[in-house]
């Protein structure tokens, strides 16, 4: 058995996780950590994890998790990389489900997420994971640097195109809506249901902190340069990303429905949807499915992909548990057969 930590046990994405890993047939969730709740059991927090963890939660300390085979971190951002060195010395492997690992130029964090970077040498070090395209790197990881949530869908929206040079990568757009369970668990005027509900709003417009990250991972695909316009948008609902990506053929010809299936036909977690499909993030809700479908309106010459996750999942813990099983040799989808809630 996989013996597993998660610090920062009591928010959105370490509670995801604890369901998640509940069923794992191969994982021993062994620590759990918060600084708030120690002493608590997790259960008592999260009564619906009655019956499946009756572990306290304890204090986010080295000595309480170098016993773990990998340990997880769903913590804000500039958390992790305070224990991350202590833990690899230890040789336990580490996924980071926070900012602290994915860009790989320390003056572009630093400018991005503010302060100083406390371990700047790990970055060249931490593998980006995203299993689609990085899947032998992850396999070897002791650093998995687990996406950002509308990274993940605006990056499988957009690979098979820029990978098949069928694009114009000088004009890609992405038009991406969240639901506030994406902003975290922590109060905020802003996520309050009498601020979001029946309300929708565009935020970030002049620069969010994953641009960065969406830009850094695009240009690799080809090893040039891309230019996106990204605009993140706060719907009224719970969980779930729609990413509606735009970009200029200069492949007149293309056959695009074909292109997207072949390039995903052997990934477990992307389903590219029938022609003319519109997916909705209903039906991928509770899952580490990513959902696309590809549409080219009035035959023209853009190409618009409707890309959809939830952000817990896909975008954030499930991700993050395809990642362990890649660096453990498991299953890809063990832990993570769910189905979609419905309705």
């Known amino acids: 058995m996989i013996k597993v930590g998660i610090v920062g046990g009591t928010g959105y994405t370490g509670v995801e996780l604890l369901r998640l890993l509940a069923l794992h047939p191969d994982v021993d969730v062994s620590v759990v950590t918060s600084r708030a709740e120690k002493g608590l059991r997790v259960d008592s927090v999260y009564p619906s994890l009655r019956g499946f963890n009756d572990l306290c939660f304890v204090e986010p300390a080295i000595e309480n998790l170098t ?9 804000p951002n500039a958390t992790a990389m305070l224990m991350a060195e202590g833990l690899l010395a230890e040789g336990v492997k580490l996924i980071d489900l926070s900012a602290d690992f994915r860009l790989k130029d320390v003056a572009i964090w630093e400018q991005w997420y503010g302060g100083k970077h406390a371990c700047p040498d790990l970055l ?3 593998v980006y994971g995203l299993p689609e395209t990085n899947r ?3 396999k070897k990881a002791g650093l998995v640097a687990n996406p950002g949530c509308y990274p993940t869908a605006v990056q499988l929206g957009f690979m098979p195109l ?3 040079g069928v694009v114009d990568t000088n004009m890609l757009i992405a038009d991406a809506k969240s639901g506030v369970s994406g902003a975290g668990r922590s109060a905020s005027v ?3 249901m009498s601020e979001a509900g029946e309300s929708f709003k565009a935020y970030g417009v002049a620069g969010h902190r994953h641009l960065p990250e969406i830009t850094q991972q695009l240009n690799q695909v080809k090893g040039q340069h891309v230019n996106l316009t990204f605009t993140p948008h706060l719907v009224p609902m719970v969980r779930g990303i729609h990413a509606t990506l735009y970009a200029p053929l200069i492949d007149q010809g293309v056959e695009l429905q074909s292109l997207f299936e072949t390039y995903y036909e052997n990934e477990l977690f992307v389903d590219v949807l029938p022609e003319g499909a519109h997916p909705d993030t209903g039906d991928v809700r509770g899952t580490n499915r990513c959902q696309l479908a590809i549409h080219r309106p009035q035959g023209g010459n853009v190409v618009t992909v ?3 996750i939830d952000n817990l999942v896909k975008g954030a813990s499930g991700q993050a548990v395809h990642n362990m099983n890649i660096m453990f040799g498991l299953d890809e989808d063990s832990g993570l057969r769910q189905i979609g809630l419905y309705p």
């Open 136 to 138: 032998s790197a992850i």
């Open 162 to 164: 820029i990978e098949a």
């Open 124 to 126: 060249k070090e931490a």
């Open 190 to 192: 802003s996520a309050l």
């Open 306 to 308: 409707l890309s959809v």
């Open 67 to 75: 016993q773990c085979n990998v340990v997880f971190f769903a913590t």
